[in-house]
């Protein structure tokens, strides 16, 4: 699980970072930035706690939804580069 925690606070905030330079709209980087502060909200509640609700929050919803926005950026890049 904290391959997973860690995992999705690297990618979300090199999103951030990374998809304004590439000229993506903006709100694929504050979604970006947003689910990076959910999952580094969500980790520290889950360490203090160790309640099932906040690990699975943590180790599975914000890593899955991180992906699917990522998964959803890249498409948006796909469909730009063949419309070019």
């Known amino acids: 699980m904290?391959?997973?925690i860690g995992a999705t606070?690297?990618?979300t905030f090199a999103a951030y970072l990374v998809?304004?330079?590439l000229g993506a709209p903006e709100v694929?980087?504050?979604m970006a930035i947003g689910l990076?502060?959910?999952e580094l909200v969500a980790a520290?509640?889950?360490?203090f706690?160790?309640?099932d609700t906040l690990?699975?929050?943590a180790g599975l919803q914000i890593p899955v939804l991180s992906g699917s926005v990522l998964l959803l950026a890249g498409a948006y890049g796909v469909f730009v580069v063949r419309s070019w």
Do not use: K
């Open 19 to 21: 998809l304004p330079t």
């Open 2 to 4: 904290e391959l997973a």
């Open 9 to 11: 606070l690297y990618l």
């Open 55 to 57: 690990g699975s929050v």
């Open 28 to 30: 694929f980087a504050r």
């Open 36 to 38: 990076c502060g959910s």
């Open 44 to 47: 520290v509640a889950w360490s």
């Open 49 to 51: 706690t160790e309640s």
